[in-house]
């Protein structure tokens, strides 16, 4: 899988990408055997360089945040996870793209085999929001028609720095028909929330009998951040 890679350090069984090591992208052969292939699911992560995808991704899968320098994802790499949803497990590959404009083309190979999308800005960057329009229409250009996508306003914790306002953000998403919430790489804010909606998604479609009601995820979201209290 490190042919993925255009830059990466391979480290002892892992991989680093950004000096952060992933957990090796290949399945075990055991692992991979418990899982039906169906029930793997590519989700990918896009957006402008900085906007946090790389610290969203550890968040979720280490509950770690690196804070410091910046160091610019280089090319692809991806980090696979387990969740439960209501007793299934299902497996997320998550791919960490690089969100500088040389690397577009690599990411844009990637978009027609995802099944979900978060897309994010950074909530202090007004251009990073002002080029979620270019993204969508890059998404609906290479993705598949029915990939599942959710917008993140990351680095909600900045409110100092903040320069997009919430409800901005939420008319965007409604305007496009796609889920959103604010989240934080740094406190872990609604990281595991956002991940595991797209879980619940996924796994909703793949099993859904064609006589139950359809799964809405955004109502789900908008349900979650109402029963956790949260504003984001
Ligand atoms: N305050 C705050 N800082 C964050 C948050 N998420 C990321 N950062 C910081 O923002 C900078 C960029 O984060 P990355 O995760 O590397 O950004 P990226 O989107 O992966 O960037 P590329 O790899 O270039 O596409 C780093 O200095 C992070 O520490 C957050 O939620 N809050």
Redesign the pocket.
Known sequence: MSDHYIKMVQGGGGMIV?GISHKEGMMEEEEEKEFDQQMIHKTI?V?????????????FDQHK??????????GIGFTNKVVDVDGTKVKLQIW?????ER?RSITRAYYRDAQALLL?Y?I?SKSSFDNIRAWLSEIREYAQDDVVIMLLG?????TQERRVRREDGEKLAKDHGVAFME?????G?NVELAFMAIARDLKNKQTRNPNDPKFCLEEYVDQEKQKSGCCG
């Open positions: 950004n992560l957006g402008d360089s900085g906007v946090g995808k790389t610290s969203l991704l550890v968040q945040f690196q804070p410091g320098s910046f160091s610019a994802t280089v960490d793209t690089a969100g500088q690397f994010l950074d202090t990351n680095k909600a914790d900045s989240t934080s790489a740094k406190t804010m």
